[in-house]
């Protein structure tokens, strides 16, 4: 089992930056690749980024290119987005989940997720 806690959401203006983390522990040897999902209110839940760790290799949706950066930290078990230039529509809940096989923006590819930490553009 891996055991994931992601945190550092909050309440910003639009423009402003944010920086999500995911702690993980347990059978961290089993994961080969960790992912950002998030959902809006009302909307289904979404890919944002992810990363291979053996490669470094990192995905992201089109609507966040060049304005989130995710990073991870193997000996650390870290895994880390940096959100800049947020938008409205980057509000929601935001979750990390960890695959045993690849990176993949399908959600059923992650045995393990967080719990979720809430992202809220002010208006």
């Known amino acids: 089992q891996v055991r994931l806690v992601d945190t550092g959401g909050g309440l910003v203006q639009a423009g402003g930056s944010l920086r999500l983390s995911c702690a993980a522990s347990?059978?961290?040897?089993?994961?080969?690749?960790t992912g950002w999902f998030r959902q809006a209110p009302g909307k289904e839940r979404e890919f944002v980024a992810s990363?291979?760790?053996?490669?470094?290799?990192?995905y992201y949706t089109d609507s966040v290119k060049g304005r989130f950066t995710i990073t991870g930290d193997n000996a650390k078990n870290l895994m880390h987005l940096q959100m800049n230039s947020l938008k409205p529509e980057d509000t929601g809940v935001y979750y990390c989940?960890?695959?045993?096989?690849?990176?993949?923006?399908?959600?059923?590819?992650?045995?393990?997720w967080g719990q979720g930490t809430q992202v809220t553009l002010a208006a």
């Open positions: 989940a960890a695959s045993p096989l690849r990176s993949s923006g399908d959600e059923e590819a992650y045995d393990f």
């Open positions: 347990g059978r961290t040897s089993d994961v080969a690749a």
């Open positions: 990363i291979t760790h053996r490669s470094g290799r990192t």
